[in-house]
């Protein structure tokens, strides 16, 4: 069981590292963006995917969450790194325009 105090850096930084669906929302949806712009949309639209996974695994009293700082802070941690996540999905994105070059529709 993890225990998060209202303003603990440490262990802000350690959840919003190590939670997986903010590694995966933000690479897959980094991945299928087409414009940089979209990378800044998938890094949010994973930390508040993130969120709800903290938030229900707080409910479920997996993690202990006191205060009010600690899941402010994580929300914001989480998002400058799946902002990260997203960019190196977005760098590494498969490149579409090979295959599609050459082909006709008759």
Known sequence: MF???????????LVALLNPVVIA???FMG???????KVIV???????????????????RFVIVTGFGAPTGVFVA???????????GYRFRPDTRLRTVGKKDH
């Open 3 to 13: 225990h998060l105090q209202p303003f603990d850096p440490y262990g802000v930084l």
């Open 42 to 60: 998938a890094a949010f639209a994973a930390t508040c995917a993130g969120f709800l996974f903290l938030y229900a695994l707080a409910y479920v």
């Open 25 to 27: 929302v933000a690479f």
């Open 78 to 88: 989480q998002f400058f790194l799946g902002l990260v996540w997203a960019f190196i």
């Open 31 to 37: 991945r299928d963006a087409d414009q940089w712009q």
